[in-house]
Every structure is written in C-alpha cells, then in structure tokens.
C-alpha cells in the first residue's frame, strides 16, 4: 500500500490530532463533519486517505516543497531546474547536448529534488559515475593520476572493469564507493585527445 501524500498544512494538522489521543471517534468525525479550529486542511482528505495517516504507523509522506532554481528529477530520471512555477506546473530546464530546452511539465510529473552529485554530473552531461575512455581520473590516496582506456561491462556488476591507459586497472564499484577517486577531467573536455563519443 503507498503512502498518503500530505501538505506540510495537513501533515501538522495529522500531528496536532493524534497528540489528542482520540482514536475512534476521529474518523467518525471525519465521515460527518467537517474539521475546524486549524485542522480544516484534513477536509481534502478522502475517508481512506484519512484513516491510512492517521492510524498506520508511517501511513503517510510530507509533499516535498519544491521552488524556482530548484534542481530536481522528473519522470523520465533527468535532472531539471525548476525556471518558472505556475499553479499546476512547472517550466522546467534541462541541457540536451549542449542545448538549452524549456518545457512545461505537471508537478505531479516531479518525483523529487536531485542530489548535488546528481546535479555536477548532469551539468557535465553525464550519469552519475558515467565514465568514458581517455577521461582523467585522480586517485587522491595513492596521489595518482590515471586516465581511462576502457570501462568493461560484466554481468554481474560487481565485476565491471576499469582499465587504465598504464596497465592498471580497478573495479568500477571500488571507484564510485571510495571517496578518494575524483574526476580530474572528462574526455570530451580534453584538448589533447581526439573523441567521437
């Protein structure tokens, strides 16, 4: 069963009504009347959506609050910065390669705001942890610099491949999880290299 998605408004409202302790009487009361004295946001609660929130232990979520210059992921998993807010959408920007695009989304199409390495690494074009041949790397605990000759995809993943233009290589999961490894420069960024990627 997925949570019921509550405004901050009706979120504290919930809090408020189960710090009285009644527990039978408020979906009656829901059912019947209509609630006031600060707690009329929970009249856009249908019965369920009510009951759900108020009784089950975590029955609910608080609808995240979202403003202009926000980045955040949309539907489709891209990162996108909120540019205008209407009243039930969004203008939303994203880059598309090396383009600038506008469109105008539904909020209910946000799923949540984007992390700050979600964020570089979109600003960059790329996945998180997306790494191509002839990118730069810096292994700042082994004060080393290695530059990428192929990322070698194995099933299972645990067991994908990093090959270093040296030699040496690492696997993909020791780079992403340690944070030591920072990316020094991006292939496509590089003036001393020639890339069709």
């Known amino acids: 069963m997925s949570k019921v998605i509550l405004t901050k408004e009706q979120a504290k409202a919930m809090e408020e009504l189960k710090s009285e302790h009644l527990t039978g009487e408020v979906v009656k009361i829901h059912l019947n009347d209509r609630w006031s004295l600060g707690l009329e946001s929970l009249n856009d609660l249908t019965v369920d959506e009510f009951a759900q929130a108020y009784y089950s232990e975590d029955g609910y979520e608080v609808e995240p609050e979202y403003k202009v210059g926000d980045h955040v992921i949309n539907q489709e998993g891209r990162v996108v910065e909120i540019l205008e807010d209407g009243r039930a959408s969004f203008s939303l920007g994203f880059i598309d390669n090396g383009k600038m695009f506008k469109e105008e989304t539904p909020k209910s199409c946000i799923l949540r705001h984007a992390t700050k390495e979600e964020v570089w690494w979109a600003s960059h074009g790329r996945e998180p ?36 233009t040296n030699g040496e290589w690492e696997f993909y999961n020791n780079i992403v999880e340690d944070s030591d490894w920072r990316v020094a420069c991006f292939a496509d960024k590089r003036l001393d290299v020639k890339t069709n990627e």
């Open 129 to 164: 942890w997306e790494l191509k041949n002839n990118d730069i790397l810096n292994d700042r605990r082994e004060n080393r610099t290695v530059t990428i000759d192929k990322v070698i995809d194995k099933f299972p993943a645990e067991e994908m491949t990093v090959l270093f």
